[in-house]
């Protein structure tokens, strides 16, 4: 999170003092960052240099990078873990077969999306969804629904660069 932003960025690397992280947005030096590596483990630090679609973040507080990474590899094997989501407020259109429909995206990730309908979609259906600024059609299978909320897995995941500043899809 950053200046009423967010995005995935891909850690490069970590130590107990900073990180290196590498995205595609522009950034300024001094830029205050909320880093989320998982649902229950968040950073708070600043840039201190960008160059080249990586930068250096110091963290506000020291850490223990070895312990936070092991922590993380648990998160990842136990059971009902969640790859991080982003919190959007954006339209799409969902393509049936036979009818479009508009829905309302509330989060996003490489995998999937989470949505608001008007109407019950059947999970299992396979659907194409048509997100903000693409010109071509996704794959998906609705996994779960109920009443106007659902969720959405994309055949073929999203680039992680798409997703790298949700200011860009709401364009």
């Not at 990842?76 to 077969?97: C, D, F, K, N």
């Not at 608001?116 to 979609?121: A, H």
Request: aromatic share 4%; proline share 3%.
């Amino acid at each position: 999170m950053r200046a009423g932003d967010a995005g995935l960025w891909r850690v490069r690397n970590i130590s107990d003092t900073g990180m290196m992280l590498a995205a595609d947005v522009p950034l300024r030096i001094g830029e205050r960052l909320e880093i989320a590596l998982s649902e229950s483990t968040t950073l708070r630090g600043s840039i201190k240099w960008a160059e080249g679609g990586r930068c250096g973040v110091a963290f506000d507080e020291t850490i223990d990078a070895a312990a936070l990474l092991r922590q993380l590899a648990d998160e990842q094997r136990s059971a009902g873990y969640r790859a991080l989501r982003l919190p959007v407020e954006i339209e799409a259109i969902l393509l049936l077969r036979s009818d479009a429909v508009a829905i309302d995206l509330v989060d996003i990730s490489q995998h999937g999306a989470g949505y608001r309908c008007s109407e019950r979609l059947e999970p299992g259906s396979e659907v194409e969804i048509l997100l903000p600024g693409e010109t071509h059609r996704r794959r998906a299978l609705v996994r779960w629904s109920r009443r106007q909320r659902g969720g959405l897995w994309f055949a073929e995941p999203l680039d992680r660069t798409s997703l790298e500043s949700v200011a860009r899809l709401r364009r």
